[in-house]
């Protein structure tokens, strides 16, 4: 199963190497950015530790507990997740209560928690008082996303193993291997605006705002697209942008990725020719179409439109404004919102 993992070596190093040699801690922290795929290296080990007829980090697939593992009931693979924004109080009493017994198939038993960064302190505390005693046989496998500090409290009794962020060509590989419809070019767009996170990438491909990106792109980078036509069509892009619900953020960061590659290209001396990657050829029609000081107006505007969604501004009005200023060819508006 780590061997169909893509990236994260080091990890998984230290992760083969417990479980050959079965020395197991009780409690380990994985903890990076979101959607890199800590829960994937998680459930390896957990796939792992819980077949028995395992060869070296590779389970079977065949034994009762790969089976029951792998139709989602194996009885000593608790799995637990935030329901709402964190993990609750009362989950946490129920956990204890379930490990009272031991595990069922007489070998280890794997709990899986996620986001144990959004732990409150009540809940934080009585996992703290399990992990501080922890039954025997039982392995505690904690997720944490950096984008909260988790309980230092939990932090001391956790050994830590930290994830980075995937290189833009592994993440595009996980990202084609789930999503096998997208192309190469596409695909490593993605993992360049998610900086390596194939699973933050994989929840935009799923979602309008990428077919919007291309739209806005396009307009961005077409020279005849001026005067009444222009208005036109920036008035049905800011109203499909509107309409975009949590997705209308992650579309405000593809466009800065792409306004700062059109700023940046050229730079480095290369020429549009050399660059075969999609999206820098893209930045490159950008380029040739507006100056830089035009490019850097549509920059700030962009970033405007951030703050002012931030604000809790009027959507339809931050983006009619937003677009008219990407697409103006003149000084930027007076900013209206
Ligand atoms: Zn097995």
Redesign the pocket.
Same mark, same amino acid.
């Given at each position: 199963m780590f061997s169909a993992i893509v990236g994260h070596e080091r990890p998984l190093r230290l992760l083969t190497r417990i479980l050959k040699g079965d020395r197991l801690g009780h409690a380990y922290l994985f903890s990076g950015p979101d959607g890199i795929g800590k829960a994937t290296v998680a459930l390896a080990l957990a796939a792992g530790l819980l &077949?028995?007829? #395992?060869k070296g980090t590779t389970? $079977? !697939? #065949? &034994?009762p !507990? $790969?089976l029951q593992f792998a139709s989602g009931n194996h009885p000593d693979f608790l799995h637990i997740a935030p329901e709402g924004a964190s993990i609750k109080i009362d989950r946490i009493r129920s956990l204890k209560r379930q490990l009272a017994f031991s595990p069922f198939c007489g070998g280890v038993r794997v709990i899986l928690l996620e986001e144990v960064q959004s732990l409150r302190r009540e809940a934080g505390n009585s996992l703290l008082k399990i992990l501080e005693e922890p039954p025997p046989d039982n392995l505690f496998l904690c997720i944490a996303s950096d984008s909260a500090p988790v309980l230092p409290t939990i932090l001391s009794r956790c050994q830590m193993i930290p994830f980075a962020p995937l290189a833009h060509d592994q993440a595009t590989d996980v990202i084609l291997g789930q999503s096998p419809d997208l192309d190469r070019d596409q695909a490593l767009q993605l993992a360049r605006i998610t900086e390596g996170a194939p699973g933050r990438a994989l929840a935009i491909e799923a979602g309008d705002a990428l077919a919007l990106f291309g739209r806005l792109a396009s307009a961005l980078a077409d020279p005849r697209l001026r005067g009444p036509a222009a208005v036109e069509e920036a008035l049905a892009l800011a109203a499909d942008m509107a309409a975009l619900k949590e997705e209308l953020t992650v579309l405000l960061g593809l466009l800065k990725t792409l306004l700062k590659d059109a700023l940046l290209v050229g730079l480095d001396r290369r020429t549009a020719d050399a660059d075969t990657d999609l999206a820098i050829k893209e930045a490159w029609r950008i380029r040739e179409r507006w100056n830089l000081s035009r490019l850097s107006d549509k920059m700030n505007a962009v970033e405007y439109a951030e703050k002012a969604l931030a604000g809790n501004c009027n959507r339809g009005l931050v983006c009619d404004v937003l677009i008219l200023q990407l697409m103006s060819e003149t000084e930027p508006l007076e900013s209206v919102v």
């Open positions: &077949c028995t007829d #395992r389970p $079977c !697939g #065949r &034994c !507990g $790969c």
